[in-house]
């Protein structure tokens, strides 16, 4: 698409290859690199030294902050936020001599999930909507809707609202978010907005 005809914004110095698709008013900031087969949702934030690989899929209103590499089997829902210099693997095992292309391993987040700074996501897990990674973790296992998880390995510390604040469920199972107001119920190990 010729650069007057783009309804979403590559500064100068970042690198869009041919066929990659982007949502309008998404921003791709300096330095970063999308490559031809990946989909980047409208209203998505790159920020500096990004890297998309070939076809992994953004959603909608998806801000990644610098120097994050999102690779080839990593699936990001709308609204996520990927901290600075977080991370996401594909293999296992990898050895320079195997060649392990055939053997890249899915990472699925849901809407609205939080990656802190530096954090690591380890493939073949899947995080549910909402839930919060904090800096500095490595996460090896798949965690539910509006986890709060931190360390390494990553562990289950709470539970985090789709505002940001932590959920401190009464008897009944009940949680107000102190800032939203919104109100959320945890039963049989499972977090839902009401
Ligand atoms: C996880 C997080 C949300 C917790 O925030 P918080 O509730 O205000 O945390 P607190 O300062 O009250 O700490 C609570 C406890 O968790 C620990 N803790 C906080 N963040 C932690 C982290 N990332 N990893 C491990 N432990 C952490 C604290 O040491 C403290 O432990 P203690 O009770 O034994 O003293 C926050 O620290 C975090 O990591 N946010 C991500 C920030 C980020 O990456 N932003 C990127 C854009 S700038």
């Given amino acids: ?107 699925k987040l849901g809407k609205g999930v939080t990656v802190g700074a530096n954090a690591t996501v380890v493939c073949g897990v899947a995080l549910g909507d909402y839930a919060f990674v904090g800096a500095g973790a490595v996460v090896t296992k798949s965690f539910p809707a509006y986890a709060l998880v931190v360390g390494c390995p990553a562990v289950q510390k709470g539970w985090m609202s789709a505002f940001g604040e932590k959920l401190d469920f009464d008897e009944q199972g009940i949680a107000k978010c102190v800032n939203s107001g919104s109100v959320y119920r945890l039963e049989n190990g499972k977090v839902e907005k009401l």
């Fill in 1 to 107: 698409m010729d650069s007057k005809t783009m309804d979403y914004f590559k500064h100068e110095t970042a690198i869009v290859d041919e066929g990659a698709q982007i949502g309008e008013g998404s921003k791709i900031w300096h330095f970063s690199h999308v490559m031809g087969t990946a989909k980047i949702g409208k209203g998505c934030n790159l920020g500096q030294n990004v890297y998309i690989d070939a076809q992994v899929i953004i959603g909608d209103g998806v801000k990644i902050q610098n120097n994050v590499s999102v690779y080839q089997g990593v699936e990001v829902g709308d609204d996520c936020f990927l901290g600075p210099s977080c991370v996401f693997t594909n293999v296992t095992n990898p050895r320079s001599e195997v060649v392990r292309r055939d053997e890249y391993k899915k990472t």
